[in-house]
């Protein structure tokens, strides 16, 4: 059970790794809930390649050269197996990404028009440019919503702020409006690096299970296609 540890398994590939993310909680373990599953299924896959291949040992049947075929030809399936759960995952999670990036970068022009606004904007941009940025800032964590709807929801340069100094602000007032969606983002893009960082681990962790290289199973296998071409009829 890949709740159980197993010591022939490299730690990186048990499902624990994926809720020592930080931000890992009631709220974002649906949105990891692929990654985890990916996580354990290598982990118990790569497992049950070091089984195979200490059972293949007993078998009177097989040479030592026979077996290792028999496991690399196991591992490979499995591998591709995994590697399938793994770029799941990963798209899983860059489509979660890409769907909070977007609700976290709306723009709030309805916010933006009125009389009071306009004089909101003129203020803001009478300020001098070290303060301007602090004064919306503080606008935002503080919960003024008059100030931060009318600085951002209308153009930027009206309040003196380039649309990338307003889209900065934007995305820091949604964060503070929605620090559920804010949390889910940060953890979606850990377990999304932490797919990346761990997924590449699975060839030398299959390669170790079965017990040889690659490339020596790739030689036993040519001789054994060569030798059997010798019986065809």
């Known amino acids: ?18 809720q020592a993310i930080a931000e ?11 990654t ?3 996580f354990k299924e290598a982990y118990i896959g790569v497992g049950r390649v070091h089984d195979a291949s200490a059972a293949s040992k007993t078998n009177p049947a097989w040479t030592e050269a026979a077996a290792l075929i028999e496991v690399q030809g196991f591992a490979d399936k499995m591998t ?30 309805s916010r933006g028009v009125g009389a009071m606004s306009a004089e909101i904007r003129a203020y803001v941009k009478g300020l001098p440019d070290g303060e301007r940025m602090g004064f919306i800032r503080k606008a935002i964590e503080s919960g003024d919503e008059r100030t931060v709807g009318a600085v951002l929801g209308g153009v930027p340069y009206l309040s003196g702020l380039t649309p990338e100094m307003q889209n900065v602000m934007l995305r820091l ?6 620090p559920r ?11 999304l690096e932490l797919l990346g960082e761990r997924a590449p681990l699975l060839f030398n962790e299959m390669q170790k299970a079965v017990g040889a290289p690659q490339a020596k199973v790739q030689k036993l296998r040519a001789a054994k296609a060569k030798a059997e071409q010798s019986f065809v009829v």
């Open 181 to 191: 969606a804010a949390k889910q983002l940060r953890a979606a893009k850990a377990g």
């Open 24 to 34: 890992y909680d009631d709220d974002t373990a649906s949105i990891l809930a692929g």
């Open 80 to 109: 591709t197996q995994l590697a399938k759960k793994f770029d799941s995952a990963t798209a899983n999670l860059t489509r979660v990404i890409e769907g909070l990036e977007r609700d976290l970068s709306q723009p709030i022009e």
């Open 36 to 38: 985890e599953a990916a």
């Open 1 to 18: 059970m890949a709740d159980e540890v197993d010591t022939r398994v490299t730690p990186s590939f048990h499902p624990d790794t994926v």
């Open 173 to 178: 007032h949604h964060e503070k409006s929605n």
